[in-house]
């Protein structure tokens, strides 16, 4: 087995133990750690707080490197570049809500997006500054998004790409289980049809 990577996965629900895409995320580690040993650092985004004034005007500002107080939005915006920027993996646990992300994740976005600091502004458009590392996404829908059977939008894979790719991270792959307000038996088959997705993920790496 090779050395210990550094993951960092971000829980985005607001539902703790019972959420179904941070239950999805544990079969993500257990296939990471079948190739390596972990080391894992959480956070749970239902605590970050959104960006604020000082935050907006200074990322506006030509130069924003001296401001950041004790506990400001920018000292924690630097806090969790720095946890990306360490990380070996990101593996971040989602739920949808109305098609997209939950406003949990979308502040972490707001924080880690970041002029000058994860990418630049070129006339040929944003460059993104960080090494990119392997995404997992564990996303859990209450209906489906997927296949000729969704009837509704999905926002939520095609903006965290984007978003993700302005600062450096291309190499994302989602897991899904889908239609988690279908009934009970629904469920049990979106949990079997993701598990065994994981596994054939991560048996063929
Ligand atoms: C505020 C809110 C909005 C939601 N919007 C959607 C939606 O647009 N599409 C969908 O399929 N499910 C939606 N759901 C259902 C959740 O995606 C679903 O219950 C999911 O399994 C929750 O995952 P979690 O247990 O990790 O929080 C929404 C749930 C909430 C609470």
């Not at 990322?59 to 950041?68: G, I, K, R, V």
């Not at 809500?97 to 707001?110: C, E, G, I, R």
């Not at 500054?129 to 000729?148: F, K, T």
Request: with cysteine; charged share 20%; aromatic share 6%.
């Amino acid at each position: 087995m090779s050395a210990a990577i550094r993951v960092l996965r971000l829980i985005s629900s607001p539902r703790g133990a019972e959420s179904e895409s941070l239950r999805l995320s544990h079969l993500v580690l257990d296939g990471l750690a079948g190739q390596h040993s972990l080391q894992v650092q959480d956070v749970d985004l239902n605590d970050l707080q959104h960006v604020d004034r000082d935050y907006a005007m200074a990322l506006a500002s030509p130069s924003d490197a001296d401001q950041a107080e004790p506990g400001s939005a920018l000292q924690r915006s630097a806090e969790l570049i720095s946890q990306l920027d360490e990380a070996d993996v990101l593996l971040i646990a989602t739920p949808m809500h109305n098609y997209t992300v939950p406003s949990t994740l979308k502040a972490w976005v707001d924080h880690i997006v970041r002029i000058r600091m994860t990418f630049n502004g070129t006339p040929q458009g944003k460059v993104g500054l960080l090494r990119d590392c392997p995404v997992y996404v564990a996303l859990a829908s209450g209906g489906l998004i997927s296949g000729e059977q969704a009837r509704q939008p999905d926002f939520l894979r095609p903006y965290l790409q984007a978003a993700l790719a302005t600062v450096g991270l291309r190499n994302m792959h989602f897991f899904c289980v889908e239609g988690t307000a279908r009934g009970e038996q629904a469920l049990l088959e979106a949990r079997a049809m993701a598990q065994s997705q994981v596994a054939a993920f991560f048996s063929a790496e």
